[in-house]
Antibody
Framework: EVQLLESGGNLVQPGGSLRLSCAVSGFTFSSYSLTWVRQAPGKGLEWVSAINSGDGSTYYADSVKGRFTISRDHSKNTLFLQMNSLRAEDTAVYYC?????????????????WGQGTTVTVSS | SSELTQPPSVSVSPGQTARITCSGDALPKQYAYWYQQKAGQAPVLVIYKDSERSSGIPERFSGFSLGTTVTLTISGVQAEDEADYYCQSADSSNIYGVFGGGTKLTVL
C-alpha cells in the first residue's frame, strides 16, 4: 500500500525555523516527484514546493521562495521541507503528495497519493 | 497570469448534475486536475489530464477542457459528493503549480 506520513509540525515563533518530514512507502521513491501543499485554517489549498525524481530540480511558490528548501533522501525514502524565517501567514496544515510522474509539473499526472498532513502554527 | 478562478459555491439537489468551472490563461497550454476534499480529510485526485478519471473514482465524475476554461461535471449527484473541489494546474513555463480557490459543493 502506498503511504505518505508527514511529521515535524509544531508551534514556532515568528522568525523561527522548522523542518517537516514525509516518510514514504509502497512505491519506488526514486521514480516519482513529490510536492508540498498547504492549507491555512479555513482556507483553500496552496501549492508550496516540488522536487523532481531524477535530477532533483526544485520548484517553489513565490510566497516561500528564499525561505523554504525542499529536499529528498533516497536512502531513507523521505522528503523534507526546511522552513526558515517563518511568518504568521505560514500557519497551515502541510501535506506531502506523490505525483504519478518523474516531474511534478506539466506531465499530465496529478497528485495521486496524499499524506494526512502535519500542522504548523507560527505564533508568539 | 497563472491564477485559476472557481465559483465559491455550487448547490444542487440529489440526482441533478453539478458543473464546476475553473478559468485561467494558462489552461490552453497546461493540463488541469481536479481534487475532492471532504471535511477534515486530505484531498483526493478525481480528474487528471483534463478529463481522465483517477482510479476508483465513480463514472459520474467527468472533466472537459475548452480554451481557458475547464469544467468538472458530476452527473446524478449523491449526498456523498458534498465536498470542496479544487482545480489545479501549472504556469505556462512549468515553474510553479497553482490551485483554484476551491468550490464548495452543497447537496440540498
Amino acid at each position: 500500500e502506498v503511504q505518505l506520513l508527514e511529521s515535524g509540525g509544531n508551534l514556532v515563533q515568528p522568525g523561527g525555523s522548522l523542518r517537516l518530514s514525509c516518510a514514504v512507502s509502497g512505491f519506488t521513491f526514486s521514480s516519482y516527484s513529490l510536492t508540498w501543499v498547504r492549507q491555512a485554517p479555513g482556507k483553500g489549498l496552496e501549492w508550496v514546493s516540488a522536487i523532481n525524481s531524477g535530477d532533483g530540480s526544485t520548484y517553489y511558490a513565490d510566497s516561500v521562495k528564499g525561505r523554504f528548501t525542499i529536499s529528498r533522501d533516497h536512502s531513507k525514502n523521505t522528503l523534507f521541507l526546511q522552513m526558515n524565517s517563518l511568518r504568521a501567514e505560514d500557519t497551515a496544515v502541510y501535506y506531502c503528495a506523490k505525483t504519478g510522474a518523474a516531474r511534478p509539473l506539466g506531465s499530465g499526472h496529478g497528485m495521486d497519493v496524499w499524506g494526512q498532513g502535519t500542522t504548523v502554527t507560527v505564533s508568539s | 497570469s497563472s491564477e485559476l478562478t472557481q465559483p465559491p459555491s455550487v448547490s444542487v439537489s440529489p440526482g441533478q448534475t453539478a458543473r464546476i468551472t475553473c478559468s485561467g490563461d494558462a489552461l490552453p497550454k497546461q493540463y488541469a486536475y481536479w481534487y475532492q476534499q471532504k471535511a477534515g480529510q486530505a484531498p483526493v485526485l478525481v480528474i487528471y489530464k483534463d478529463s481522465e478519471r483517477s482510479s476508483g473514482i465513480p463514472e459520474r465524475f467527468s472533466g472537459f477542457s475548452l480554451g481557458t476554461t475547464v469544467t468538472l461535471t458530476i452527473s446524478g449527484v449523491q449526498a456523498e459528493d458534498e465536498a470542496d473541489y479544487y482545480c489545479q494546474s501549472a504556469d505556462s513555463s512549468n515553474i510553479y503549480g497553482v490551485f483554484g480557490g476551491g468550490t464548495k459543493l452543497t447537496v440540498l
